[in-house]
């Protein structure tokens, strides 16, 4: 595996075939697609959006009764697919010249010690090339009173920066990949201490408010604007979630819309400020390996298509799913969300995965 670049990349990746010209869309074809996806995704509440060549089509539903609020105004929490927020944060600081991607994250945490031969990078970090496990070790023990409401509140930001600083990664860093919610979570407070900001404040000022997200937050609020998560079974409400020390990799909740502007950004970068961020974490950084066909960029999978590459994060609470991708080949951006939690062969992530394959 070829580990990732350092300094961060800036360049912009070559993208294929340029895209069709601009057509007037399918509404009737497209929305009757949407229709099947909310169907076949079997949770309380649904929505499937998509923007194809700056036109939005929304499809809400679900197997419970219409909430007070339309479900495609709620927001929603969107899980491990916040870390593509928090890639963007930490390419658009790169690009501004605030940090480099190549700071060992422990002594962005205690400037008093010193780095060792192999260092825990921030690009490390974001790529899951770290070395860390996909969570620490004492996780379990720690949320195990609270597993199926709120295990991940009982795990606060100084206990897991003390962790980190203390047993530091399994494996040399850059060597493997290996997916980890840790590793995000001590990036967004190393980032927060090499800025000296808030985490909160760097990525609302940064991404939130630079890219016009109104209705995206940390936290939620109550029934009138957050939709209510369920268990496995599709009935039983759920609280909504605490990221606990995790909010760099999972925190953000937001509404259809506004997930569609953010993505809308990415698939035409120069009608944003983050323009520069914005090309960049379209570059790939690496590969899994033989046998793997995912291709990472700094926030985003990266797999083949006919016309081009396509990009996605999924994500997912003890409650909700959430699914992001685009395709520029297509100008096609899809978001799609849930409240149920992910159980065994769920449907949900394979039909938003299809969808936007299928262009």
Request: include cysteine.
């Amino acid at each position: 595996m070829t580990g990732p670049r350092t300094p961060w990349p800036g360049e912009p990746a070559a993208e294929g075939p340029a895209p069709p010209e601009p057509g007037p869309p399918d509404d009737a074809a497209l929305r009757e697609r949407l229709a099947e996806a909310v169907a076949a995704s079997d949770a309380p509440d649904v929505v499937f959006a998509v923007s194809r060549r700056g036109h939005r089509t929304l499809h809400g539903g679900g197997t419970a009764p219409p909430p007070d609020v339309p479900r495609e105004d709620l927001r929603y929490e969107i899980g491990s697919a916040s870390k593509t927020f928090t890639a963007l944060l930490l390419t658009r600081l790169i690009r501004r010249g605030v940090l480099t991607g190549g700071e060992a994250a422990a002594i962005c945490l205690d400037p008093g010690r010193r780095a060792g031969p192999h260092p825990v990078t921030l690009a490390h970090l974001i790529t899951h090339t770290s070395g860390l496990p996909a969570l620490p070790a004492d996780f379990v023990r720690r949320g195990l009173p609270a597993w199926r409401t709120n295990p991940y509140a009982r795990y606060s930001a100084e206990r897991l920066t003390d962790g980190f600083l203390r047993h530091g990664p399994r494996h040399r860093p850059g060597t493997r990949w290996h997916y980890s919610n840790y590793g995000v979570s001590v990036l967004g407070h190393a980032i927060a201490a090499a800025t000296r900001t808030a985490w909160e404040d760097l990525i609302t000022g940064q991404v939130l408010r630079a890219q016009g997200l109104s209705t995206t937050a940390l936290r939620a609020e109550g029934p009138e604007t957050d939709a209510v998560g369920h268990r496995k079974d599709g009935r039983t409400p759920v609280p909504p979630f605490d990221a606990g020390g995790f909010q760099a990799a999972g925190a953000v909740r937001s509404t259809p819309d506004d997930l569609l502007t953010f993505l809308e950004a990415h698939l035409d970068p120069a009608r944003s400020p983050a323009a520069g961020a914005l090309h960049a974490v379209r570059v790939p950084v690496l590969r899994r390996g033989l046998g793997h066909r995912h291709v990472h960029t700094v926030g985003w999978f990266r797999h083949p298509t006919d016309g081009g590459p396509m990009y996605f994060h999924s994500g997912a609470t003890l409650g909700q799913q959430a699914f992001l991708g685009f395709r520029p080949d297509t100008d096609t951006a899809l978001a799609a969300v849930c409240t149920r939690r992910f159980r065994a062969r769920d449907p949900f992530i394979a039909t938003a995965y299809a969808l936007l394959a299928e262009g």
